[in-house]
């Protein structure tokens, strides 16, 4: 299983979907798993997941103040998701998962998840993303803002749990960098060693990450 991580717009489900033409699995999106708990509770059963919804006005507050909520959801969240993930390696299903809300956590040697964050530092490349993504919003700097602070911050721990961090530019090989970074086992890198080393770009079905090939989940 791969877990693909970072702030909005950083690319990551560009990254994700074009990992899974790379390995032919399926894309899970963080936010469905958000959607489904928002439809199947209450605010206050789950006050964090909803916080949004309950206070929309909370979004122009200061972006230290969003940052600090956005982890508060992340974490509220962590149990959901770990238990998705658990599910999927349970049942030897790899799956790419990407997702905002995606909190990393310390890389295992040999186990079945390999987790990878994304992190693009600079406002402005931040703001035209969301200008290109979205141009009827205009520009989104306060947005912008809001996704460069907390990236820092997704980023700082992963580093500290040993998940690798990968800058999105340039664009145009970003899906084979993350995938060399996962397939990866030197010694010199943050990723958990393999057994064995990987020569090259492995063909579609071959996963350096865990699970098993198509056809025998």
Do not use: C
């Not at 349970?90 to 186990?111: H, M, S």
């Amino acid at each position: 299983m791969l877990v693909v991580g970072g702030a909005s717009g950083m690319g990551k489900t560009g990254v994700g979907r074009a990992l899974a033409r790379r390995y032919e699995v399926p894309v899970v999106e963080v936010d469905d798993i958000v959607e489904a708990l928002l439809a199947v509770t209450l605010p206050e059963h789950l006050p964090e997941v909803h916080f949004w919804r309950t206070h929309p006005q909370a979004a122009r507050q200061t972006p230290e103040s969003v940052v600090e909520r956005q982890i508060a959801i992340a974490e509220a969240l962590a149990p959901a998701i770990e238990a998705v993930v658990a599910n999927h390696v349970g049942t030897d299903t790899p799956v790419i998962l990407e997702g905002d809300y995606v909190l990393p956590r310390p890389a295992t040697p040999e186990g079945p998840v390999r987790s990878v964050f994304l992190h693009e530092d600079d406002e402005e490349q931040v703001t035209a993303n969301y200008l290109r993504r979205e141009p009827e919003a205009g520009p989104q700097r306060h947005r912008a803002r809001v996704s460069v602070l907390y990236g820092r911050w997704l980023a700082a721990q992963a580093r500290a749990a040993d998940v690798p961090v990968v800058a999105p530019r340039p664009w145009e090989d970003l899906a084979s960098r993350v995938a060399e970074t996962v397939e990866d086992a030197s010694t010199e890198t943050v990723v958990p060693t393999r057994t064995t080393r990987s020569t090259g770009p492995q063909p579609a079905g071959r996963r350096a990450w865990g699970g098993s090939s198509p056809g025998t989940a």
